[in-house]
């Protein structure tokens, strides 16, 4: 594939990192994460090799859901650091070519935000409309409940106006209408700012709530969307929208703008997601070769992002009870790691007992879907969460830099794992180190990943192995072919393949040493190790692999 092509869609094969300035690394020795600090690190996430920074909320906000509620979109939280400190991050990341996308949550506000204390103050305030208010509580559907630990009800009474508003979350995040078009004006405002800051796009929250919760409805709620990536278009071309929207399939493809791929750019593969941990709970490839084939495809120019964990629960609401009871008794047993009833508390590494061949094994085959990887900030030197924190924040702990920690000279505001997963034993100085570690195994990971565009933009064929506890796919772009297969259970493997078109080729191991050739009849055997992967590049004898991508075409 022409890199001057993948280069203009740069979203269809980046590797987006997310993270919290709060938890990422102290700049000023007070305890908490900032943007001075973070801009310090900007050389080991280029080192990483991830291309697109993915900042969680860092606006002023009482943080009471974790920045997730806000009162100044147009701001920095002070603890994080100043506007100047955030256009010097910005200006760094993009000197080492990262780019950075950041949560637009507009949604909702905080209940403290300038807006809504006006709303609520008497029914005829400027800014009563930019809030859903109602004069009953309109009944609730016990399922739309989304954190049903604090909250019974999506409507909350307010006595000094004796009416209803709507929160589709706590009851501290009144949703925000955009019925209303100054409302709609106001989020392509704050779009717009942070763009002229140097921003490439957003990761949207909540996106069905925010169009579909509101008064009075909109005709087309999909027009708003499509009307907002045009708005950022024409600001700037390659700026994206990546879009939290965890609906089945069919429910989900109008948020890419069916047919013509305008409102979200990329979607969250949240059903990709949760049959993935269904196959690892079963060690089965059946769930995660069924989602493969169902996921329908992305317009032209948008993507999938794929992802095994983030920074909330890992959710598993779109399986059926009995298989959320098959994940939860594989990853996470105890009380204390389920939460909501539908999701568990915990990092990856800890859900696969630390065990590295397995570890590696879940992201090979994440990086191998088809779509662009996403990752959340320690995935990549295997962090483990801190059950004792509150709700999800289990999983919010601060980065380990060093065996010290590393985060803060100060005494860091959270408290992270301890045990097998403490700094002292799982840090990146030592990684760095250790030519073994999983920290460079990952830049292997996402070199490879960034060679082979054609995992992300070829055309996906899952293939017959024979074999129940084996994935195996093929992704097919411009004459080259990029093959992965996987190992789901924990004894060794042998894979027989039929490659069709690629008879007599050559198959170059990528994450390790190692050649194979397919036979004059399409045939070539593949061992795996317990839980093992492999990615393998195609090519005829003539060309060196290196050159497969570009000289097929
Ligand atoms: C989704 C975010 O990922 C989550 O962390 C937050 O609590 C809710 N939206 C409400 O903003
Ligand atoms: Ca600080």
Redesign the pocket.
């Known amino acids: 594939m022409r890199l001057t092509y993948t280069s203009d869609l740069w979203w269809k094969n980046a590797v987006i990192y997310c993270l919290d300035v709060e938890t990422f690394k102290d700049g000023n020795d007070d305890g908490i994460g900032d943007f001075r600090g973070l801009t310090q690190q900007i050389d080991y996430l280029s080192g990483l090799g991830v291309t697109c920074l993915w900042l969680m909320p860092f606006f002023p906000t009482p943080n009471r ?2 920045g ?2 806000i009162t100044d979109f147009y701001s920095i939280d002070p603890r994080l650091g100043t506007l100047g400190d955030f256009v010097e991050f910005v200006r760094t990341a993009q000197d080492r070519g990262l780019r950075v996308i950041a ?1 637009l ?1 507009v ?2 506000t905080s209940d403290q935000h300038p807006w809504f204390r006006d709303s609520r103050s008497s029914k005829d305030s400027r800014y009563r409309d930019w809030y859903v208010w109602s004069d009953k509580a309109e009944p609730d559907d016990p399922k739309s409940v ?2 049903p630990d604090k909250e019974t009800s999506v409507w909350e009474l307010d006595k000094k106006t004796n009416q209803y508003y709507l929160h ?3 009851r501290h ?1 009144p949703d925000l209408n955009v019925g209303n078009p100054e409302v709609r004006d106001e989020i392509a405002r704050i779009l717009g700012f942070w763009m002229e800051l140097g921003l490439s796009g957003f990761r949207v ?2 996106v069905p709530f925010l169009i579909e919760n509101v008064h009075p409805k909109l005709a087309d709620p999909h027009e708003f969307l499509a009307d907002l990536r045009a708005f950022m278009s024409r600001r700037s071309g390659g700026s994206v929208l990546l879009g ?1 929207v965890n609906l089945p399939y069919p429910d989900l493809v109008p948020y890419f703008g069916e047919g013509l791929g305008d409102q979200l750019t990329m979607c969250f593969d949240f059903i990709g997601m949760q049959k993935a941990w269904l196959s690892m709970a079963r060690g089965e490839a059946a769930p995660l070769v069924e989602a493969f084939e169902k996921r329908p495809k992305a317009p032209k120019d948008c993507q999938w992002a794929v992802f095994l964990r ?3 629960e890992l959710t598993l609401d779109k399986l059926t009870e009995g298989e959320r009871k098959e994940v939860f008794a594989a990853f996470g047993p105890e009380e204390r790691m389920q939460i909501y009833g539908r999701g568990l508390r915990r990092r990856l590494p800890t859900m696969l007992g630390g065990d590295l061949r397995r570890i590696k094994m879940a992201y090979s085959l994440l990086f191998s879907m088809p779509g662009t990887p996403v990752m959340f900030y320690g995935e990549e030197i295997g962090m483990g969460e801190n059950l004792d924190a509150e709700g ?1 924040m289990a999983v919010r702990v601060p980065m380990q830099w060093s065996k010290e920690g590393g985060f803060s000279l100060s005494e860091p505001d959270r408290e992270g794992p301890d045990g097998p997963y403490a700094p002292d034993r799982v840090n990146v100085a030592d990684q760095k180190r250790d030519t073994d570690s999983l920290l460079r195994w990952f830049q292997l990971l996402i070199e490879r990943y960034r060679e082979c565009p054609e995992l992300a933009w070829g055309v996906p064929t899952v293939l017959d192995s024979g074999n129940p506890a084996v994935f195996a796919h093929r992704c097919d772009a411009d004459g080259a072919s990029v093959l992965a297969v996987h190992n789901l259970c924990d004894t060794a493997q042998d894979v027989d393949l039929t490659l069709n078109g690629l008879e007599s080729h050559i198959l170059t191991d990528l994450l390790g040493d190692g050649t194979h050739t397919v036979s004059a009849k399409g045939k070539v055997r593949l061992p795996l190790g317990p839980h093992g992967c492999r990615w393998l590049r195609a090519s005829t004898p003539e060309v060196p692999p290196d050159d497969a991508s570009i000289k097929s075409q």
């Open positions: 859901d974790d997730y509620d949560d949550v949604n909702h989304v954190f589709s979350f706590y995040q929250d909540a939290e983030n920074h909330d999800r």
